[in-house]
């Protein structure tokens, strides 16, 4: 049998990093299997869902590289699907109309929470008489559906990360509620653990991979799935992803969504290779940088951890700048000039920008840090104060003045080559410590004492004419 997972993502928010680990796990284990990874978009609370949201989910999907088979499911569509079954489980006796009112029930809560007592419905309308229904009903008295839970149950499971798994029916909170409040016998507007059960069956689901917040859901939905003779699937549940506190990843963490770790400039494939690492790990001897394809090879539930996973920014910064490292000139250097172009920094040829990508490519973390960096070779700016201190020197002055002559007198093409030979012979030629001739040039054309590698910086300033402008203007004002 074909294995079917899916991602059941209620659009009321920008893609989040959870929600996209939890994807990229039922990715993983469909692509291991020759399965399918499916897509439900859970849309129906009307008030908080958004086409906006479903697109960005969407997008942030495809941006990662999680491609999903068949068409997206939308939730909303099957709500009469969903309280037909509701009917059913009131005809057949596991669900019943239950009157409490918000009123009455925030009396409840508030007796258990004197008491030092969790929230838990007393089921008090579950032995209602048809008499008693009607009576509630002409009153004008609104409902909503309860699933019974009979305190005895024992409900276990064999989670493929946790092992066995099993809750109690007296921990579940009292009778679930199915649906909204309506009125007559009119049914509300189905709810989360009765929709994700009858779609799951729906689309054939043969394995649910969620987050261990909902392992108390899954507890309710084996129960209606066997009311309703349905075949239950393997249920996993993944760990939290945790902030350096040891707490759940949340907006106060700043960067959450997937937009955001877009914008501060990681790569899709960078920050796959490393969500897939918040709660798994290779075997050893296996690296960790692996295309999501090979690294679906390996995956296995079995392996996923189930403790929490910190998230690392190191460890996020380190995979991104290995993938920068190792990227092919041509695409990197396609995505600098994006950048450059939203500064107004346009580069005088092809060639000239990719020599300035190869000499960046070494250096940059995040794909913006290519915005700072780049900006001495695209703009002068001023000197920085400790420049201006070394340039008071004498010493600098005169490298600084054999420099230009150097290059008025010889015109030399600046290549690695003729760049270092040019520094030696003015070194030797006017006996000046070649270190500072260096760091006098370095001064010269980026107005400060630290900078990338010199002598590739130089043959791109020279490309331009940049270099003898620079040096000369830096040489008028000492
Ligand atoms: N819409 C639910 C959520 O986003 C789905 C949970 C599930 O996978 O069943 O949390």
Redesign the pocket.
Known sequence: MENRLR????PTGLLHIG?AR?ALFNWLYAKKTQGKFLLRI?DTDSNRSKQEFTNNILDGLRWLGLDWDEEPIKQSKRIEIHKSTINKLLQKGFAYRCFTTEEESKILRNEQKLNGLPPKHDNRHRNLTKKEIERFISEGKSSVIRFRIEEEIIIEWNDLIRGKIKWLGKDLGGDMVLSRRAFGYEIGEPL?NLA?VVDDNFMGITH?V??ED?IS?TAKQILIYKSLGFNLPVFSHTPLILNSDGKKLSKRDCVTSIDDFKTMGYLPEALSNYMALLGWSPKTGEGELCSLIDISKNFNLENVNKSGAKFSWEKLNWINSQYIKTMKKDKLHTIFKEYWEKEGWYSSSNVWGLKLTSLLQESITVLKDVVDQSKPFFETSQFEPDAMQFLKNDEVKMSIKHIIEYLDSKNPEINQNSAKEALNSIAKEHNIKKGLVMRSLRVALFGSLKGPDLILSWELFALNGEDKKRVRKCLEMI
Not at 7 to 10: D, K, R, V, W
């Open positions: 991602l059941a993502p209620s929600t939890t859970e989360y994700v649910v969620r987050g909902h859901n």
